[in-house]
């Protein structure tokens, strides 16, 4: 990226707020603008120098940045995308944060303008907002980034995914991985959607639990917490609703559910030489590589 | 529990070992024998001081205990159970350590022999065995007993539960919560093993996924790692398949996850402002209290 590009930042909540932080860090040079619908998030924003200058969405100068980063919840960004993308000029690069790429990479490819390379960084927390942002949020995270697609030629495309890999390097990635929109929002299924929707369907059986909610809370220890800690991500439900491939996954882990409650009463002793097993498997599959 | 008190462990694994390490440190005049099928457990155990003598069960001169301590898998634990009290002194305490109380509670009740406290320990980590015991696993954690039962009269069984109040609060307890069997059973449903058991279905999943499956690990963020912990604990599906209120509690969880999936397709905008409310609701359920 030019040592002299203007960037902006759309939302400057967890992911966007942390993303100015970053790269106010590790590239000074670099103009970024914020935009936000809450003028709290840009009067701190502005209070710790995460950017030069705030503004509504209607104010935003986009016609003049080089980089546009969508980091708004996902339903907001599916319907900001193609107007963002439109006051952009010709040949600039737009991309964006949501955790589900198929969908939104399909609308971006729609219009000519903005170069789209569409981002999903794998970090996050269960807090929300600017105060929650912090500048090593994506210290040696995973960036999954899809093909460029709507502006530009070959070449221009190229560029447009170096520009977007440095961005996400400076910001302390540490595995940048190319793939199509629709592996992508695959795996996410199994590796955040899927959780996230159980986590949040565990909080709602806990909830309407009745009695036994009362003290359910007082002997739900650390892993009722770690468990349940995606279902406090809100904004996750908005990606998940994007993913095609989640209606299926979730029936299909109902079926599960049903199978295991079955074997409860039916073989307790295969049911636990299968949960021993898949205990290793997740050991396994959790080691360093 | 008098100075001059010995007790045993049966079952040094995490929970076990944790135990005898942290009443090394807070009671160094208690004699503590170690009970295990596994040699290299009682070894490590006393090269640690953990314990002062290792025995086999066959072995285990549980006559001469004024406390035995059961802390093996949750099984293993319902057999072992009438044949370590039948060993005991009459009028000895008996207690133990498994997440689910009722089943057990009732077998300690068919005998008259040793005073049964049932006893819940509302800590763990996803690591298991003496390798990972540590004293400080029960520092600040909340403890469920149920009343006594089996042997003893009135006064007799007041004693046993002050007794084993006094070893948790010497382990490092900080709450001792009195609730009847069927109480702790259905609170646990919500609180530990339908967590437990949505976590598994999750990683059995994930691993039959297929092409998505490598991908959705070079993914999976810490959010997968945290939801998935309790999966890790294989243990805990025995105490899952002891509790009576399982099988019905995961099918409802399953008929859940079939809701949300018809939400995701038909009223995306509905699912999105019940998954902010759970958030919101999860939020206050962890706030300090």
Redesign the interface.
């Known amino acids: 990226m030019a040592a002299t590009g203007r960037i902006a930042i759309v939302g400057l909540g967890l992911i966007g707020g942390s993303l100015a932080l970053a790269l106010r860090r590790a590239r000074p040079e670099l103009a970024i603008i914020g935009v936000d619908v809450d003028p709290r998030a840009l009067e701190l924003a502005l209070s710790e120098r995460a950017i030069d200058a705030g503004y509504t969405l209607g104010a935003a100068p986009f016609d003049k940045c080089d980089l546009v980063v969508l980091a708004t919840p996902a339903?907001a960004l599916m319907e900001l995308l193609p107007q963002v993308a439109a006051r952009m000029r010709a040949g600039a690069i737009l991309t964006d944060v949501c955790g589900a790429k198929e969908k939104l990479c399909n609308e971006a490819g729609l219009q000519m303008n903005a170069i789209f390379v569409g981002g999903h960084p794998?970090?996050?927390t269960e807090f929300r907002g600017f105060v929650a942002a912090n500048p090593v949020l994506f210290a040696r995270?995973?960036v999954?980034l899809c093909p460029a697609v709507g502006g530009g030629d070959g070449r221009s495309r190229r560029e447009a995914m170096e520009t977007v890999r440095a961005v996400w390097t400076a910001a302390g990635a540490r595995?940048l991985?190319e793939?199509n929109p629709e592996?992508?929002d695959?795996?996410?299924?199994?590796?955040?959607h899927?959780?996230?929707?159980?986590?949040?369907?565990?909080?709602?059986?806990?909830?309407t639990?009745g009695?036994?909610?009362a003290?359910?809370?007082?002997?739900?220890?650390?892993?009722?917490?770690?468990?349940?800690?995606?279902?406090?991500?809100?904004t996750?439900?908005?990606a998940?609703?994007l993913n095609r491939f989640?209606?299926?996954?979730?029936?299909?882990?109902?079926?599960?559910?049903?199978t295991?409650?079955?074997q409860?009463?039916r073989d307790?002793?295969g049911?636990?030489r299968r949960?021993?097993?898949?205990?290793?498997?997740?050991?396994l599959?959790?080691l360093p590589r």
């Not at 695959?186 to 955040?192: E, G």
């Not at 003290?215 to 809100?234: V, Y």
């Open positions: 339903q794998m970090a996050g995270c995973t999954a595995r991985l793939m592996d992508h695959r795996a996410v299924t199994y590796a955040s899927l959780p996230y929707l159980a986590a949040t369907a565990i909080v709602d059986a806990l909830t639990s009695d036994a909610a003290l359910a809370r007082e002997l739900a220890a650390g892993g009722f917490r770690d468990t349940t800690r995606l279902a406090g991500d809100g996750l439900g908005g998940a609703a989640m209606p299926a996954a979730a029936r299909t882990l109902a079926d599960r559910l049903r295991l409650a079955d409860i009463e307790p002793d049911l636990q949960l021993e097993q898949l205990a290793e498997e997740r050991r599959m959790l």
